[in-house]
């Protein structure tokens, strides 16, 4: 469809487009019957905080750092003014020396989990850093 947009413009393009894909027997047919990712399930560790899981969403074009806890599906929240692996840090400091400090981080490859800050706060605390696939976490 970019492709098309390259083309002309209509304000119900991408719609149209999709739809007429959709009642369409011979692209049905030759579409990829590609099977969805299975879903990998995480064991449920024997204490809380041992493992946690952290993304980064955006609400109303404001970031929040979201930190849920494996044992008991405990949710942090947090506001992230700047969204950067400095502040990003700082964040999962706070909630470890409120909760303990987890054996276990998991998260997408997100730049800010991929930062150079961020690998060494996880050796620092002695943290194993574990990811899923973007999209797919």
Request: hydrophobic content about 35%; glycine content about 2%; proline content about 7%.
């Amino acid at each position: 469809m970019p492709e098309a947009r390259k083309l002309i413009f209509c304000p119900s393009m991408c719609s149209e487009v999709k739809q007429y894909i959709e009642s369409c027997n011979i692209c049905a047919s030759s579409a990829s019957r590609q099977a969805p990712e299975p879903l990998y399930l995480h064991d449920v560790p024997d204490r809380p905080w041992k493992k946690v899981g952290t993304d980064i969403f955006t609400i109303k074009r404001r970031d929040y750092l979201v930190t849920v806890n494996s044992f008991s599906q405990f949710i942090e929240a947090d506001n992230l003014p700047v969204s950067d692996s400095e502040t990003f840090v700082f964040k999962l400091e706070s909630h470890f020396a409120r909760h303990g400090i987890p054996a276990t981080l998991i998260s997408d490859n997100g730049p800010q989990f991929t930062s150079k800050h961020f690998q060494q706060f996880t050796r620092a605390w002695n943290i194993s850093h574990e990811t899923s696939s973007p999209g797919n976490s």
